[in-house]
Nanobody, 113 residues
Framework: QVQVVESGGGSVQPGGSLRLSCAAS????????MGWHRQARGQQRDLVAR????TTTYADSVKGRFTISRDKDTVYLQMNSLKPEDTAVYYC??????????WGQGTQVTVSS
């Protein structure tokens, strides 16, 4: 089992920045990738960014504004130049070798003036 705990959400004005953190514990030796998804109200959950080894993947809507990084068993999402359309609940995703997926509890990000 892998436990996943997120932190760092909040409210910010357009153009502002936030950094999300996600710490994994437990069977961390089995982790293949870590990433972030988001779900706006009434919308499906979509991939924002993922990191696996040295490979990073970003949604087109966040390229150039968001940066994902990983330090041991913690993954970070640095979000700059935030827009109102970035408002959503952000979920950390941890994928094991063997494709089992663990999710965090979600953290709210609100971008509003």
């Amino acid at each position: 089992q892998v436990q996943v705990v997120e932190s760092g959400g909040g409210s910010v004005q357009p153009g502002g920045s936030l950094r999300l953190s996600c710490a994994a514990s437990g069977r961390t030796f089995s982790i293949y990738s870590m990433g972030w998804h988001r779900q706006a109200r009434g919308q499906q959950r979509d991939l924002v960014a993922r990191i696996s080894g040295d490979t990073t993947t970003y949604a087109d809507s966040v390229k150039g504004r968001f940066t994902i990084s990983r330090d041991k068993d913690t993954v970070y999402l640095q979000m700059n130049s935030l827009k109102p359309e970035d408002t959503a609940v952000y979920y950390c995703e941890v994928v094991e070798y063997g494709a089992r997926i663990y999710w965090g509890q979600g953290t709210q990000v609100t971008v509003s003036s």
